[in-house]
C-alpha cells in the first residue's frame, strides 16, 4: 500500500510556529490536489488547507495563520503554521486527490501546543 510520508510535527508553545512536510512517492501520478486535515480528540476529521487548481482553500481557523506550499516537481506538500494556539492540537494528516483513484492519506502526525 503507498504510502504518504509526513514530518514535521511536534510539542510547540502556544504562538510558536511548525512547519509540517508531506513526501508523495514518484511512482504516484495523476496528482491533481494536495491538502492537509486534522482530526483533535473526540471530533470528526477536518480540512485545513488544500491546493486542488493551484489556488489554495483554507478552513476560517487557519486563514491568516496557515499557509500551505506545493512542489509539484520534487512532489510536496507542506504546512506552515504560525500563532498555533491549544485548540490547534490534534494528529494532521496530509490528503493527495488522485485523478480517477482513491485518495491517498498519510498515517498522521501529532501537532501539540501546550505551554
Known amino acids: 500500500q503507498v504510502q504518504l510520508e509526513e514530518s514535521g510535527g511536534g510539542l510547540v508553545q502556544p504562538g510558536g510556529s511548525l512547519r509540517l512536510t508531506c513526501v508523495i512517492p514518484?511512482?504516484?501520478?495523476?496528482?491533481?490536489?494536495m491538502g492537509w486535515y486534522r482530526q483533535a480528540p473526540g471530533k470528526q476529521r477536518e480540512l485545513v488547507a488544500n491546493?486542488?487548481?493551484?489556488?489554495?482553500n483554507y478552513a476560517d481557523f487557519a486563514k491568516g495563520r496557515f499557509t500551505i506550499s506545493r512542489d509539484n516537481i520534487k512532489k510536496t506538500v507542506s504546512l506552515q503554521m504560525s500563532s498555533l494556539k491549544p485548540e490547534d492540537t490534534a494528529v494532521y494528516y496530509c490528503n493527495v486527490n488522485i485523478l480517477d483513484a482513491n485518495d491517498l492519506w498519510g498515517q498522521g502526525t501529532q501537532v501539540t501546543v501546550s505551554s
Open positions: 491546493d486542488l487548481t493551484g489556488r489554495p
Open positions: 514518484r511512482s504516484i501520478s495523476n496528482v491533481y490536489g
